[in-house]
Structures are given as C-alpha cells and as structure tokens.
C-alpha cells in the first residue's frame, strides 16, 4: 500500500518535492529532535510507516545542508567573478616598463612596454577559472595507470634447480 499523501510524479516517472511534502517533513525533523521515535512520527504525521518518517527525515536534513551550501557557492562564485574582472582590467591596461622609478625609454624615444603585469593577469585569471571549475566539479578526476610488471627473484638457489 503506498503512502496516502505521497509524493506526485512529474512527466518522467519522478517525484516532485512539493511544499506540503517540504512542511511534513521539517515537522518530521523537528519531532525526531523532541526524541519521538520514527514510529510516532509517522503516526503523527500520516507517514504510511516508520521508514517513510525516516526518509522524511533524511530529505529534510539533506535540503537544509544544501541550501547554505548552494549559496556558499554562489557567494565564491560571484568573488571569483569580481577577482577575473579585476585581473581583465589589469589584462587590457598598457604597462610602461619602469626602472629606478623613472620610465625606459627605446632609441626612437617611445616608451618601453612592460609585458609582465600582463602576463601575471593572464595566470591570475586561468587560476581564477580553475578554481571556478573547481567549485562547481567540472573537472573530471585524474585517472592513474597503476599497470606494470611484476618479477619475482628467487636468491640463493640455481634456476636449473627449481624445474
């Protein structure tokens, strides 16, 4: 027998977390934090047994540790955006290469162009986009080839002898 206030399926079969659902089960957290057991909850709250006040449960403290998660993310996300932002900026300004605080000049009398800030804006902002990668896990994980040869010696003893 399913669950009388079951979840409703969407167009592929999979269920869809709707807000009364949400509400029954932030109820169900908070009476497991009073000390009822999974059996009372589900009695209290029209759970079909105790495994489905369990579940309950489990969905609610999994929703409440994703939301501050998800915007943890999308703080650092915008952060990062700010940092790339400010490296561009630094990325397309011309540098003049400077020596002993005065400004080099060439033969024809035209400043000198000093390509290192550029250089480290541009590292700056591929670190910034591996570490965008990183948060969000776009980065597949590195695989290892552990293969080889295995050969055993055997000391102290002729090989003619071991046939």
């Known amino acids: 027998m399913a669950d009388s206030t079951e979840q409703p399926r969407d167009g592929n079969n999979k269920y869809e977390y709707v807000h009364t659902a949400v509400q029954r089960d932030a109820a169900a957290s908070l009476l497991k934090a009073e000390g009822k057991t999974y059996q009372e909850i589900a009695d ?4 079909y047994d105790r495994g489905h006040a369990w579940r309950g449960v489990q969905r ?3 929703a409440i540790l994703r939301e501050p998660a ?8 915008e952060r990062l955006d700010e940092q790339y932002v400010a490296a ?5 300004r011309e ?3 400077v ?3 005065k400004v080099v000049y060439d033969d024809t009398g035209q400043p000198i162009l000093d390509d290192g800030p550029k250089l480290a804006a541009l590292r700056e902002m591929r670190q910034i986009r591996e570490s965008y990668r990183r948060l969000h896990g776009l980065d597949s994980p590195a695989k290892v080839d ?5 050969k055993y010696e ?3 003893i002729a090989p003619e002898d071991l046939a």
Do not use: D, F, K, N
């Open 154 to 156: 055997v000391v102290g």
């Open 70 to 77: 998800e915007h943890l993310m999308q703080v650092e996300a």
């Open 99 to 101: 020596s002993h605080g």
């Open 146 to 150: 552990v293969g080889g040869e295995l």
């Open 88 to 92: 561009l900026s630094i990325l397309e």
């Open 60 to 62: 609610a403290r999994t």
């Open 95 to 97: 540098h003049l290469t």
């Open 44 to 47: 209290t709250l029209g759970y």
